[in-house]
């Protein structure tokens, strides 16, 4: 009975973690990261190599999505399609603490890679000099690629960066 019961808690502990993203690996869904494909071709590579990750926490059903606490509400990982809409027209809402509220009403995609709030989450360079003016900055963002367990490859970022700077299509 010890053995079945360890077996069964080995099972959900390995589960749990992969569903966090810390398990590592890329693109551990269908094609595109979403089981019912895409219709964003230039984000569906961004979103199976590491944006997939983000949903077990920000989609609304996400099994570690924090009850009781702050979480960054407008953003929804579920799907690429869902992903896509948030990102691309998305303003960051209920942020709380620090001066992580400075950044609420900031949208995640700017005109540039070096301005979206989006970037600075997830690529220290970015994060280290980003500045809104008005107090959203590199202290008031938070490194999420933590909350993943994962650091975006070189790849990736490229690509966020071309996605951005190519008007987010």
């Not at 202290?139 to 909350?147: E, Y």
Request: hydrophobic share 35%; proline share 7%; with cysteine.
């Amino acid at each position: 009975m010890t053995r079945a019961i360890a077996f069964v808690a080995g099972v959900l502990l390995a589960a749990g973690v992969a569903g966090c993203g810390l398990a590592g690996g890329g693109d551990d869904s269908g094609p595109g990261g979403d089981p019912g494909g895409s219709n964003h071709p230039e984000f569906s590579p961004l979103y199976s190599q590491y944006f997939n990750r983000c949903r077990s926490c920000h989609s609304p059903d996400g099994p570690m999505r924090p009850v009781g606490q702050p979480i960054e509400s407008t953003l929804d990982f579920t799907t690429v399609d869902t992903a896509w809409s948030t990102i691309r027209s998305g303003e960051a809402t209920g942020l709380q603490g620090s001066n992580a509220e400075a950044c609420n009403g900031v949208p995640f995609v700017a005109g540039t890679y070096a301005g979206s709030l989006i970037a600075a989450v997830v690529d220290p360079d970015v994060r280290g000099s980003f500045s809104t003016g008005s107090g959203c900055d590199g202290d008031a963002v938070g490194d999420m690629t933590l909350k993943v367990g994962a650091t975006p490859s070189d790849a990736f970022l490229n690509g966020l960066k071309t996605w951005i700077e190519n008007g987010a299509p």
